[in-house]
């Protein structure tokens, strides 16, 4: 089992920045990866890490602006985001899958965290 902990969340002004923090507990997790859900939007992908870290993928409406990236030591996934906008306000979600193969799909990953709150407002 693993257990995931989001935190880092909050409200921000437009152009300000925010950095999450997934703690996780547990067996060891292959990629680690974080997805958003808006109000009556579905869930959907954000960035993805392998295990070594030498591999990341991102949704292209956050590219250049969000970077992934983890410690192993710590057991720990972070999410550095800049340049907010409206449209990232949303739960943000940690979600771990055991094979070491990103994947964008929600239901590839077998743990999720309980989410945190981002708005981004002025």
């Known amino acids: 089992q693993v257990q995931l902990v989001e935190s880092g969340g909050g409200l921000v002004q437009p152009g300000g920045s925010l950095t999450l923090s997934c703690a996780a507990s547990?067996?060891?997790?292959?990629?680690m990866g974080w997805f958003r859900q808006a109000p009556g939007k579905e869930r959907e992908f954000v960035a993805a890490i392998t295990w070594s870290g030498d591999t990341t993928a991102y949704a292209d409406s956050v590219k250049g602006r969000f970077t992934i990236s983890r410690d192993n030591a710590k057991n720990t996934v972070y999410l550095q985001m800049n340049s907010l906008n409206a449209e990232d306000t949303a739960v943000y979600y940690c979600a771990a899958r055991r094979y070491n193969a990103i994947v964008d799909r929600p239901s590839e990953y077998y743990y999720w965290g309980q989410g945190t709150q981002v708005t981004v407002s002025s």
């Open positions: 547990g067996r060891s997790s292959a990629v």
